[in-house]
Every structure is written in structure tokens, then in C-alpha cells.
């Protein structure tokens, strides 16, 4: 059974840091590609930040030079760290795991909940 397990958000002040874990059981780690993701209230869910089996990361320009996206394959984690944030980075932000294998196979996280305010 796959389980993406998400932690570290909060409430932080605007300018804070935060750092998200999601530590995956169930899956072949290092072969998968993972990403973050978030839904604000009323939006549609958005890429954040990706990385790559082979360590290739992707961010959106709304969260580049501010998140750090990396994983630690001996933990089966990847983490978003998370610095400069703003309210518009409010949201519920969610794990992704995805891999080809002819088809395409991706699991999500519960999400865990980010609050930017003072």
C-alpha cells in the first residue's frame, strides 16, 4: 500500500521559513519523480516544486529562489524548504509521487496545511 505522509506545516509569520517533509512507504523511492503541489481556497491545485529520479528540480516562478525542493532516498522523504513567505503562498500543500511504466503512476499525499499571517 503506498502512503505519502506529509508534515511541517503551521501558521508562520510573513518572511518566515517553514520546511514540509513527506516520507513515502510503498513505493521504489529513487525511481520516482515527486513534486509538491498546493490548492489555495477557491483555486485549483498548482505545481510548486518538482524533482526528478535523476535529481532534476522544476519550480513555478511564483516560488523560485524561495523554495528549496530535495530528498534523501536512504529516508524515502522529500522536503520543500520553504523561506520569504507571503500570504499568497496560504494553501494546502500536497505530496506528489509519479513514475512511467508504460502507464502513468502517481499517488498523493493527505496535504498538509500552510498558513502565512500575522
Known amino acids: 500500500q503506498v502512503q505519502l505522509v506529509e508534515s511541517g506545516g503551521g501558521l508562520v509569520q510573513p518572511g518566515g521559513s517553514l520546511r514540509l517533509s513527506c516520507a513515502a512507504s510503498?513505493?521504489?523511492?529513487?525511481?520516482?519523480?515527486m513534486g509538491w503541489y498546493r490548492q489555495a481556497p477557491g483555486k485549483q491545485r498548482e505545481l510548486v516544486a518538482t524533482?526528478?529520479?535523476?535529481?532534476?528540480?522544476n519550480y513555478a516562478d511564483t516560488v523560485k529562489g524561495r523554495f528549496t525542493i530535495s530528498e534523501d532516498n536512504a529516508k524515502n522523504t522529500v522536503y520543500l524548504q520553504m523561506t520569504s513567505l507571503n500570504s499568497e503562498d496560504t494553501a494546502v500543500y500536497y505530496c506528489?509521487?509519479?513514475?512511467?511504466?508504460?502507464?502513468?503512476?502517481?499517488?498523493w499525499g493527505q496535504g498538509t496545511q500552510v498558513t502565512v499571517s500575522s
Open positions: 524533482i526528478t529520479s535523476n535529481k532534476i528540480t
Open positions: 506528489h509521487a509519479e513514475r512511467w511504466l508504460g502507464v502513468r503512476l502517481d499517488h
Open positions: 510503498g513505493i521504489i523511492f529513487s525511481v520516482y519523480d
